[in-house]
């Protein structure tokens, strides 16, 4: 089981159980100022009932829970702005067997110091029952107030995977004037995996070759991939969209993750923009969006756009209005041809996770003396020129080092990959033979 502050994940019946809902959902209580908790869940097999031990266990602890049923997380985020806190059973991207929680509190996700809290081992002093009643969202309403009304009518092909965002997707859309035609809409069904950023999407691919723009959504409805003329797009491609968007509103201050495509903070900076960089996570840039008041941005990894002043959360159904509203536009193919003149892969090579602190020191020292700019904000990156940069950090939840290179030339990208593969592989075995002595 993972506990961070994305939240609690973990197989359901094998290392996430019934009893470790219930003490997770009492532990949270205490974080509850308001006494009220809004309570959603994706479409997994095993969501109904986690659902059900959760409502019980709040409830319990005096909580009054307000139930959305099945509703996609930026939803979640925006209706918990109404009653302080909320509640999501979902394990976003994982694969089916996987399930967790997600909690929200103020309309952000915790942060290090409440999920600190959240973990302390305390008394729990006795509480009158809370009360559950079901409520309906006013997103979609909202959302389409916020993009206005798309007077062009673009043809939009919408894969929502079987996820949680089966109904609200397809009627924000429709309700912005879109003509949508839908795959994989079917609650719980799905002929793909459950994360568009790793899956081809070649369903998706076919059907939007008729269509302006494709958008393919992960189980929780937080991620959004564009497909664009039967090609899957990068991930930071939908937060590049998102940002260009931002920057047509008049937004100027933006927070990137530090894993993000440098020709998103280019673009930024061309159109007169300025950019801070957060660590990786969600939780990481929207914790330094409220620090420096940024008024938008998000982390191009997760294809994860945040608009704080609406929801401080990836929001892909905001997203993929704002997308649609751009279609056919200057703008658009703009920031499409911008991104296209810059390379990113994301490798991984094998470490076991005992030997990951050692082997990022190791690996640290060689950095610094090979390359003249190093940032160890968030694992290590090293800024090869103005167009080129290698980030390696280590996965807090398999036996693994990740490493992501980007440039301008595909050539240069492939020797750097190689280059810093083959020092984190050496790092490793120095590492290893330090632990045998």
């Given at each position: 089981m993972k506990v961070s502050i994305s939240g609690v994940r973990g197989i359901f019946s094998d290392d996430l159980n019934?009893?470790?809902?219930?003490?997770?959902?009492?532990?949270?209580?205490?974080?509850?100022k308001s006494k009220?908790?809004?309570?959603?869940?994706?479409?997994r097999p095993s969501s109904e009932i986690l659902s059900q031990v959760a409502s019980a266990s709040l409830m319990e602890r005096g909580v009054d829970?307000?139930?959305?049923?099945?509703?996609?997380?930026?939803?979640?985020?925006?209706?918990?702005?109404?009653?302080?806190?909320?509640?999501?059973?979902?394990?976003?991207?994982?694969?089916?067997?996987?399930?967790?929680?997600?909690?929200?509190?103020d309309g952000r996700g915790i942060n290090e110091r409440e999920l600190e809290r959240l973990l302390e081992e305390k008394e729990?002093?006795?509480?009158?029952?809370g009360s559950e009643s079901e409520i309906h969202s006013r997103y979609i309403d909202e959302a389409v107030k916020l993009i206005g009304d798309l007077k062009s009518g673009p043809k939009v092909a919408l894969d929502v995977g079987g996820g949680a965002a089966f109904q609200v997707a397809p009627l924000l859309l429709k309700k912005l004037g879109c003509r949508v035609r839908q795959i994989n809409n079917a609650p719980g069904k799905?002929?793909?995996?459950?994360?568009?950023?790793?899956?081809?999407?070649?369903?998706?691919?076919?059907?939007?070759?008729?269509?302006?723009?494709?958008?393919?959504?992960?189980l929780d409805g937080d991620r959004l991939v564009v497909v664009k003329d039967g090609k899957k797009q990068a991930p930071d491609v939908t937060l590049g969209l998102g940002?260009?968007?931002?920057?047509?509103?008049?937004?100027r201050r933006f927070v990137l993750s530090i894993d993000t495509s440098i020709a998103i903070e280019k673009f930024i900076v061309n159109e007169g923009g300025t950019v801070r960089r957060s660590k990786v996570g969600e939780a990481n840039v929207v914790e330094l969006m409220l620090k420096t008041k940024a008024q938008a941005g998000g982390e191009g990894s997760s294809a994860g756009f945040i608009l704080p002043s609406f929801n401080m959360c990836?929001?892909?159904?905001?997203?993929?209005?704002?997308?649609?509203?751009?279609?056919?536009?200057?703008?658009?193919?703009?920031?499409?041809?911008?991104?296209?003149?810059?390379?990113?892969?994301?490798?991984?090579?094998?470490?076991?996770?005992?030997?990951?602190?050692?082997?990022?020191?190791?690996?640290?020292?060689?950095?610094?003396?090979?390359?003249?700019?190093?940032?160890?904000?968030?694992?290590?990156?090293?800024?090869?020129?103005?167009?080129?940069?290698?980030?390696?950090?280590?996965?807090?939840?398999?036996?693994?080092?990740?490493?992501?290179?980007?440039?301008?030339?595909?050539k240069k990208v492939k020797r750097i990959e190689g280059e810093i593969s083959a020092l984190v592989n050496k790092s490793y075995e120095e590492a290893r033979r330090a632990g045998n002595h």
């Open positions: 019934l009893k470790d809902v219930m003490h997770f959902c009492r532990c949270f209580s205490r974080l509850i009220g908790c809004v309570l959603a869940r994706d479409t829970v307000y139930n959305l049923g099945i509703a996609p997380t930026p939803v979640v985020f925006r209706e918990a702005r109404r009653h302080g806190s909320g509640l999501i059973i979902t394990s976003s991207h994982n694969p089916l067997e996987w399930n967790g929680l997600k909690f929200i509190l729990f002093p006795k509480s009158e029952i799905s002929s793909r995996g459950p994360d568009p950023t790793y899956d081809p999407l070649s369903g998706l691919s076919r059907i939007s070759r008729t269509s302006e723009i494709g958008f393919a959504f992960d940002v260009a968007k931002a920057l047509e509103i008049g937004y990836r929001d892909g159904l905001l997203t993929s209005g704002f997308i649609a509203s751009m279609v056919g536009t200057k703008n658009f193919q703009s920031v499409i041809q911008f991104m296209e003149g810059y390379i990113q892969q994301r490798g991984k090579v094998n470490v076991d996770s005992k030997f990951h602190k050692k082997t990022i020191q190791i690996l640290t020292d060689k950095m610094r003396k090979r390359f003249s700019e190093v940032v160890t904000l968030d694992g290590i990156k090293a800024i090869i020129d103005e167009d080129s940069w290698v980030l390696v950090r280590q996965s807090n939840t398999e036996h693994i080092i990740r490493i992501s290179t980007e440039s301008n030339d595909l």
